[in-house]
């Protein structure tokens, strides 16, 4: 039932133009980061070869473009879970869904599912933008993974964060802003970091730029895995309660 769910969640993302529109918007603007790293990386070649040790295409282009598309989805995943569970009840069809023989994990789990089908394809389309320097250029296919599985962990993390805040929400434009609020504060929570006086561990333990950040530089450690994992499966969790109560309620 999980999967039948996340598959007809998945077919219906790409039958609104929701999906089609925010593809091609983040297929251009990442297309267009990424030719002007490749640009800069162009100029400097020449003086990086005088240096010993400097970065290499992988620092230069592969690194800063997955943390752009990062900051993207943050901006995007919003609208992409804004809908999931919110809609449903704006729309009088939560009950109906409800009352089906499936059980509320099974609908969470196969809505989350369905969303993060569409953010793997964002990942591997992104990905494709790198492997095209093969063409030239030498990567470093152990950073190019760390890059990969950094972007995967976040945009799962998005999107159950996405969808417990749909599960309360009652319009998908208060769930989008609210999700988008969420996320921004746990992306910029240890900004006080900087001032050594003003360092909190629990901000930088809480701060899902920070984790994906160690994840990107190659170092995959299991305590920034572990947080991404405990977030999303906390969020999940919590977006089953919701529903828990829902059904109570009906």
Not at 224 to 243: A, K
Request: aromatic letters at 8%; one cysteine or more.
């Amino acid at each position: 039932m999980i999967l039948a769910i996340a598959a007809r969640e998945f077919k219906t993302l790409f039958l609104s133009p929701m999906a089609w529109t925010v593809l091609a918007i983040l297929q251009f603007i990442l297309a267009f980061l990424f030719l002007s790293q490749v640009e800069t990386f162009t100029m400097l070649q020449p003086k990086l070869t005088a240096i010993e040790g400097a970065p290499g295409l992988t620092d230069i282009v592969v690194t800063p473009l997955f943390g752009n598309a990062a900051i993207i989805l943050l901006l995007a995943t919003p609208l992409l879970t804004m809908r999931l569970i919110c809609e449903e009840r704006r729309n009088k069809t939560l009950s109906l869904l409800l009352s089906a023989p499936v059980s509320n994990g099974d609908i969470i789990i196969g809505k989350y599912l369905g969303t993060l089908g569409l953010l793997l394809l964002i990942i591997l389309l992104t990905a494709l933008m790198p492997l095209s320097l093969l063409a030239g250029g030498e990567l470093d296919f152990g950073k190019l993974f760390a890059n990969m599985l950094a972007l995967l962990l976040l945009v799962s993390t998005f999107a159950a964060i996405g969808l417990f805040v749909s599960c309360l929400a009652g319009h998908p434009t208060v769930a989008a802003l609210g999700t988008f609020g969420l996320l921004l504060v746990l992306w910029l929570i240890d900004w006080t970091t900087g001032i050594e006086d003003q360092r909190s561990e629990l901000f930088e333990y809480l701060s899902l730029l920070r984790h994906f950040q160690n994840i990107q530089t190659g170092l995959i450690s299991s305590a920034d895995i572990s947080y991404f994992l405990l977030v999303t499966g906390t969020f999940i969790l919590l977006s089953i309660r919701r529903l828990d109560n829902d059904r109570l309620q009906k």
